[in-house]
């Protein structure tokens, strides 16, 4: 067993027993992932003036005092607008390890309905960023950027991963990691920066679909549902048209798809860092992480491809097929999880290819 890396399914668990971890209320079925835990909005949202940082002097709370509306009861649901930033205490509460640190992220569900999520922990000057030892409350800033949408208490908007000292694979380790286990499916894989790079598909489906584009004005998003909308009274299907490109609009939000396969081996952890501004207007709009076992053949993802969340900013901006829109950072696992990402878990998005969220219909 490794002594640094991401703490698997088994050692979260161990977190809750150790009191590392604690929770207003028992943990869910499904909330600890294979390399990471949901993490649960709690009964009450505060809608504040401006999106905060605590800064190492102070607690969240004590910013929330000065800053917040008004007081929004998530008991029974409530609606959250678009433009609004909200900041919600979360039910799980930290103790953490001298030795554990830990990183957040919005779910993919979260990301591809363009809600834009961030953790907050007390006396710190990033988000979704946990120091090692750190004890305290944790709280989301959640910020609807295209549809309004109903939570409530419970409902999972972002998770956390914990790990040892530091996990991240050197450029060369990557590289024996892809002759190994082909990581991204590409003959002559990108490899730089510490990552390896993701271009975008622009040829499209056998039906020529190459991605959707959010309508505005909708009707609210509940986050609980499953299969509960009509893809068409949110978004607006695109289609290769002949050319493989496709301009983004400023400020409009896209739902495209890699053309690489992508594969996450039981061992190892990743994670979609946002692109290089230098190279574009325009942003994969959402890090997101990837679970060991995702695009794992014996897992049932053979084919997988990563979902982009896409915003131009400023300027339209001219995306061609081929062009690099992102990159996966990898990391070791402390060991390998208990349950693979895939279909023993009934995962959402596994073996996907272009996929809207779980909310809408098939």
């Known amino acids: 067993m490794r002594k640094t890396g991401i703490l698997p399914d088994r050692d979260i668990a161990g977190l809750f027993e150790a009191g590392a971890l604690a929770a207003d209320r028992p943990l869910d079925d499904d909330q600890i992932q294979p390399a990471s835990l949901d993490l649960r909005l709690g009964a009450k949202a505060y809608r504040v003036r401006a999106s905060f940082l605590p800064g190492p002097s102070s607690t969240v709370s004590d910013k929330l005092e000065r800053l917040k509306l008004h007081e929004i009861d998530l008991s029974e649901g ?12 979360l ?13 957040a992220n919005p779910k993919s569900s979260t990301g591809r309905l363009d809600i834009f999520t961030r953790i907050m922990a007390d006396r710190t000057q990033e988000f979704d960023k946990i120091p090692a030892g750190y004890d305290g409350p944790l709280f989301m800033e959640v910020s609807p950027r295209t549809f309004p949408i109903v939570v409530r208490a419970g409902s999972r908007l972002s998770q956390i991963r914990f790990r040892k000292g530091h996990a991240l694979l050197s450029e060369p380790e990557l590289r024996d990691l892809h002759a190994a286990e082909t990581l991204v499916a590409s003959e002559e894989p990108n490899i730089s920066g510490g990552g390896i790079a993701l271009s975008i ?4 489906t056998t039906e020529g679909l190459i991605g959707y584009r ?3 004005h909708t009707a609210v998003v509940d986050v609980d549902r499953r299969a509960a909308l009509d893809v068409y009274d949110f978004w607006e299907p695109l289609h290769a048209r002949g050319r493989p490109e496709l301009i983004l609009d400023p400020d409009e939000f896209y739902i495209l798809v890699s053309r690489e396969a992508v594969h996450v081996p039981p061992l190892h952890a990743a994670e979609m860092t946002p692109f290089d501004p230098l190279v574009g207007e325009f942003r994969v709009h959402y ?6 076992g995702f695009g794992h053949s014996a897992s049932g993802g053979t084919g997988a491809r990563a979902v982009l969340e896409v915003r131009s900013h400023e300027v339209p901006f001219i995306l061609e097929h081929g062009q690099i829109v992102g990159r996966l950072v990898y990391e070791h696992m402390l060991a390998r999880p208990g349950r693979l990402y895939g279909a023993d878990m009934k995962s959402n998005y596994q073996a996907q290819g272009l996929k809207l969220s779980k909310h809408f219909r098939a």
């Open 91 to 103: 039910q799980e509460r930290l103790t953490l390890p001298a030795d554990v640190s830990a990183s």
């Open 214 to 216: 959010a309508k505005h």
């Open 287 to 292: 890090a997101g992480f990837f679970d060991p």
């Open 201 to 204: 598909d622009l040829t499209g």
């Open 78 to 89: 409530a609606v959250l607008e678009t433009g609004c930033v909200y900041v919600v205490p």
